[in-house]
């Protein structure tokens, strides 16, 4: 999720978000703990492993996975059975492409709004 620093003023802390979440129909796509998840997938190639980094549950993640994967048009994240191996997961090149692609409007929008968002901040009680 894009932040921008924090600012103090006296004992209260400023925090600038963006919060891009895209729909298709009543699902909610992608959005920044889905984007979040996704990141941690990629970083523990475990569904498991990433629900437990970001403190929920293993069927937490997965539903927010299975609602991923049915609002695209191909799935973002594949993932294998238990086994041997222990199973895992990892993304596709299209969980990848959607990680990168979101990231990149958030910069983009933390840019265009930069001095904006100094006018705002400036204008805070403090």
Do not use: H
């Not at 209260?12 to 963006?18: E, S």
């Not at 990149?104 to 968002?117: F, L, W």
């Amino acid at each position: 999720m894009a932040e921008s620093s924090l600012m103090v003023y006296g004992q209260m802390k400023a925090r600038i978000q963006f919060r891009l979440r895209i729909s298709r129909n009543d699902d909610i796509a992608v959005g920044p703990g889905k984007i979040d998840l996704l990141e941690a997938i990629d970083a523990t190639g475990s569904i498991t492993a990433a629900a437990r980094s970001l403190g929920m549950s293993y069927r937490r993640a997965w539903l927010l996975v299975d609602t991923m994967n049915r609002c695209f048009r191909a799935p973002l994240v594949a993932a294998e059975a238990g086994g041997k191996r222990g199973g895992g997961a990892r993304l596709t090149r299209l969980g990848g492409e959607v990680v990168e692609r979101y990231r990149r409007i958030e910069r983009n929008a933390a840019r265009a709004g930069a001095a904006d968002i100094r006018a705002l901040r400036r204008k805070l009680a403090g």
